[in-house]
């Protein structure tokens, strides 16, 4: 599987962005997407079980909005109300090693990796 990444870069404080990632191959039915900002560890953003339930961190709930294509074998991330602390490197991830709530808390609980793509969002 090959997660490709895109939809990233700078934007205003305040701002929207849409990241969308493309699975070629078989895609998983769990994917999520996470994010590493600069001299901080990588966290979830949001995690979703095809046909179930999108869990969020607290830090993006209400802003930002996880939504797939399974047709197209595409996730995508749609972000609102950007803040400073939304820079970072998004990754998008699948096959879930846990449950998505776990895989949410923990970015081993996911068994493949796309390159990422930078998001920076100036004030």
């Known amino acids: 599987v090959q997660l490709v990444e895109s939809g990233g870069g700078p934007v205003r404080a305040g701002g929207s962005l849409g990241l969308s990632c493309v699975a070629l191959?078989?895609?998983?039915?769990?994917m999520g997407w996470l994010r590493q900002a600069p001299g901080k560890e990588r966290e979830g953003v949001a995690v979703n079980v095809r046909y179930g339930d999108i869990v969020y961190a607290d830090t993006v709930k209400a802003r930002l909005t996880l939504s797939r294509d399974n047709a197209k074998n595409t996730l995508y991330l749609q972000m609102n109300s950007l803040k400073p602390e939304d820079t970072a490197m998004y990754y998008c991830?699948?096959?879930?090693?846990?449950?998505?709530?776990?895989?949410?808390?923990?970015?081993?609980?996911?068994?493949?990796w796309g390159q990422g793509t930078q998001v920076t969002v100036s004030s």
């Open positions: 991830a699948s096959r879930c090693l846990m449950t998505a709530a776990q895989a949410l808390g923990d970015p081993r609980g996911f068994g493949f």
């Open positions: 191959g078989s895609a998983s039915s769990c």
